[in-house]
């Protein structure tokens, strides 16, 4: 009686190994489920107000003004603008993340050189 307890008991433990495996073999990859690339976009000023201190991870707003103007406001003040070979692609990711306002707030990345231009990222990641 022993012996065949076990063989009867062991088909069973099989079954369960085997389904265990197999659900364990068939996961979905990883690399399905993945979120969509999300882009961190850098951008150039240029600093027009000399007497501005200007530091990394320093907020800032740029405000649209047209297709070729940007400014960079500091409390309420203009202290520069984003480089004009910038702004095209910068509206253009604006519109693509349904930025409707014509406010977008920045963060400095890289304090001003001796060229007086320095580089702001969104505060919010834009997507791909």
């Known amino acids: 009686m022993g012996l065949d307890f076990i063989r009867a008991k062991g088909d ?4 369960k190994r085997d389904e265990a495996r197999d659900e364990e073999l068939n996961n979905k990859d990883l690399l399905t489920e993945i979120r ?3 882009v961190i976009a850098l951008f150039h000023c240029q600093l027009e ?4 201190t200007i530091e990394a991870g320093l ?3 740029l405000r649209h003004v047209s297709n070729t103007d940007m400014h960079v406001l500091s409390r309420n003040r203009k202290i520069g603008f984003v480089l004009p070979g910038e702004v095209p692609a910068l509206i253009d990711a604006m519109r693509r993340n349904n930025h409707a ?4 707030s920045v963060l400095v990345v890289e304090p001003p050189g001796i060229d007086d231009t320095f580089t702001v990222k969104p505060k919010k990641r834009f997507a791909k």
């Open 59 to 61: 907020p800032l707003i």
């Open 49 to 52: 107000d000399a007497f501005t």
């Open 101 to 104: 306002s014509e406010f977008l």
């Open 36 to 38: 969509e690339d999300l």
């Open 12 to 15: 069973r433990f099989v079954q």
